[in-house]
């Protein structure tokens, strides 16, 4: 993967304080950057949360304890506890 050189800084820089390899380095921040834009798109109303949680292959109850862990206030509604257990369902069936 080519980076911009801006991106090479950055890498640089967590490679500093967190003293890990960069590939590992790299694959958190796509990891984190991929959650942040799952939950971006569910508080911007893009996505239920149903479908967030689905795009990171979280469940509905893994999905909220990332809100509850990053303090993020959700707006869940009739329609995404029902979405959420029929997901479920489908998982036991």
């Not at 939950?39 to 292959?57: P, R």
């Not at 990332?66 to 993020?72: C, D, P, Q, R, V």
């Not at 009739?78 to 998982?91: A, Q, T």
Request: neutral net charge; charged residues 35%.
């Amino acid at each position: 993967m080519r980076a911009e050189k801006n991106i090479e800084e950055i890498l640089n820089k967590i490679l500093k304080t967190k003293h890990k390899e960069k590939s590992d380095i790299i694959r958190e921040l796509i990891n984190n950057g991929s959650i942040y834009l799952a939950i971006e798109g569910y508080v911007k109303g893009k996505y239920s949360i149903g479908k967030a949680a689905n795009l990171e292959n979280l469940s509905f109850s893994e999905f909220m304890d990332l809100f509850s862990e990053l303090k993020i206030a959700s707006k869940v509604n009739k329609e995404d506890i029902i979405e959420g257990f029929e997901n479920l369902k489908k998982l036991v069936e």
